[in-house]
């Protein structure tokens, strides 16, 4: 039911090794993968339609073709160092060095459901994964990483009795029925709901050769004292929001921050230029399963269980204009506002009457992506899992899938680095991208930038590398929000 409103497209994790023995890694790798679809042989299926001719339902099924073409894991090696690997994965959309699958595949190549393929470098291992976004959310991709793991860690320990694995297909297969009858009877709001959606269409190869994908780090200093600050000038804001609410988070805050950016990077960027004051709408995506934990223990389930909810722009009659000394702030607060009230609208109601919504749908949909649009992964552990001695935990994560613009994929926390918030994946056309590199609210915030993506075939300028800032990001001023914020701590 909610896979159906799930893309069509493969998206890629590269889980980074380094300095680790590549041979006996590469091994492990192979074994771990072959007892984990041993375990779960669906993993090495085709994803095809119901043979029932069921309306949005399809099936996983073995395809011997497929797998003979596509193995459920191959081995390759590449003569560049880690840290090069580090800076160059993504080049272009699809690597091919080290992506199992490219991000859209032929419908004659079949639909396979994961794949993966180890890389061998001269210090250490590269493990890409391509995961089917009609099968897996974040969630899923998670399980799957565990109990791959939970494998790799048996192997490595010459364990032979069956060690138990995250992912059950009992319990999905449980919380999938439950997830089928627990509809709404009285849905007579498709506005509500459809605003998330939109009829599914193919993805434009022209897509690829349109847009840049640059990830940055944000430093959780100058961030927490933004939403402090946020935070205080609540009161202020209440009479531009439909109601009042008692805090913002630092994602709320973050996710304000980069809308408004992006859209004034947009707006310097046209022709017939955008109005600055307005940040124009997003969406976010929202993970279903705890408003869902009273009636489904979902928290196992491997499907698509997530939807995206869409925030409407700040008029500028509810704002004072640019010349008022708080302009930025209050742009902010409302902002981010708004981000938490409707994030604050989702109940188990709501993905009851939700779920009855997509099931009375007469065509395939997809989630609807506005000009900015987020999808946060900060609290995926994805650093502290331990896949065995051979291999311990990962030292950098990687991540690859189509394009969309005005992308932000918030990554894993990595633990080992408190002084970074969050590192931040963008996806821009390459002229408003490199605009949004000198805008100096988001330099403010930004503790290092590292280019991931550029187009195919196209060497990065220097104005995509390392070492964009503010001017003075510590002894001056940051002039977007003038002399209000340093006095206030900003330092």
């Known amino acids: 039911m909610f896979d159906s409103g799930s893309p069509q497209v493969y998206v890629t994790f590269f889980l980074l090794f380094h300095g680790v023995d590549v041979k006996n890694c590469l091994s ?49 090696y590449n003569g560049e160092p880690m840290a090069r690997v580090m800076d160059q994965l993504g080049l272009v959309i699809w690597h091919k060095a080290f992506c199992p699958l490219p991000p859209l595949l032929d419908s004659v190549a079949g639909r396979p459901v994961v794949r993966f393929q180890g890389t061998g470098l001269p210090d250490g291992v590269v493990l890409g994964t391509s995961f089917n976004h009609r099968v897996f959310d974040i969630v899923g991709i998670d399980l799957v990483f565990r109990s791959l793991a939970a494998c790799c860690s048996a192997s490595s320990a010459g364990t032979t009795i069956p060690c138990p694995l995250p992912l059950n297909v009992d319990h999905d297969l449980q919380v999938r029925q439950e997830l089928s009858d627990y509809r709404g009877q009285n849905w007579n709001d498709s506005a509500r709901y459809g605003a ?28 927490a004292s933004i939403r402090s600050i946020c935070n205080s000038l609540i009161p202020e804001c209440t009479e531009s929001v439909s109601s009042p609410t008692s805090y913002i988070s630092t994602s709320d805050v973050l996710n304000a921050i980069l809308a408004i950016c992006i859209q004034r990077s947009r707006a310097k960027r046209q022709t017939q230029p ?73 109940d188990n109601e709501y993905v009851q009457q939700l779920g009855s919504y997509l099931d009375r749908q007469k065509d395939y949909l997809s989630l609807k992506f506005s000009d900015v649009s987020f999808t946060n992964h900060r609290a995926w552990n994805i650093y502290d899992l331990n896949f065995g001695k051979t291999l311990g935990k990962i030292d950098a994560l990687r991540y690859e899938t189509w394009p969309i613009d005005g992308f932000c994929v918030v990554m894993p926390a990595r633990i080992n680095d408190p002084s970074s918030w969050a590192d931040v994946v963008i996806t821009l056309t390459p002229a408003v991208l490199e605009t949004l590199d000198t805008d100096p609210l988001f330099n403010f915030l930004l503790s290092r930038e590292q280019l991931v ?29 003038d002399a209000l914020l340093w006095p206030s701590g900003l330092n």
């Not at 193919?202 to 944000?218: G, L, R, V, W």
């Not at 195919?456 to 977007?480: D, L, T």
């Open 28 to 76: 492990l790798f192979e074994e771990g993968v072959g007892q984990l679809v041993n375990r779960l042989p669906f993993l090495a299926g085709d994803v095809s339609p119901s043979p029932t001719g069921q309306k949005f339902t399809e099936q996983i099924q073995p395809c011997q073709e497929t797998l003979a073409a596509i193995p459920i894991y191959k081995v390759k």
């Open 274 to 346: 955008l109005s600055v004051q307005r940040p124009g709408e997003l969406s976010f995506a929202v993970n279903l399963r705890p408003m869902l934990q009273e009636q489904i223990d979902a928290n196992g389930y491997f499907g698509n269980l997530i939807t995206m909810l869409q925030v409407s722009p700040i008029t500028p009659s509810n704002l004072p204009g640019p010349e008022y000394p708080r302009f930025d702030l209050l742009q902010i607060t409302n902002l981010a506002l708004r981000i938490r009230q409707k994030l604050q609208t989702v």
């Open 196 to 223: 998330n959606y939109r009829h599914y269409s193919p993805f434009m190869e022209s897509a690829i050769a349109a847009h840049n994908t640059k990830m940055y780090t944000f430093a959780s200093d100058r961030l």
């Open 453 to 481: 993506t550029a187009r195919p075939g196209v060497i990065p300028s220097s104005s995509f590398g390392i070492g964009a800032s503010c001017q003075n990001p510590i002894s001056g001023k940051c002039s977007c929000l």
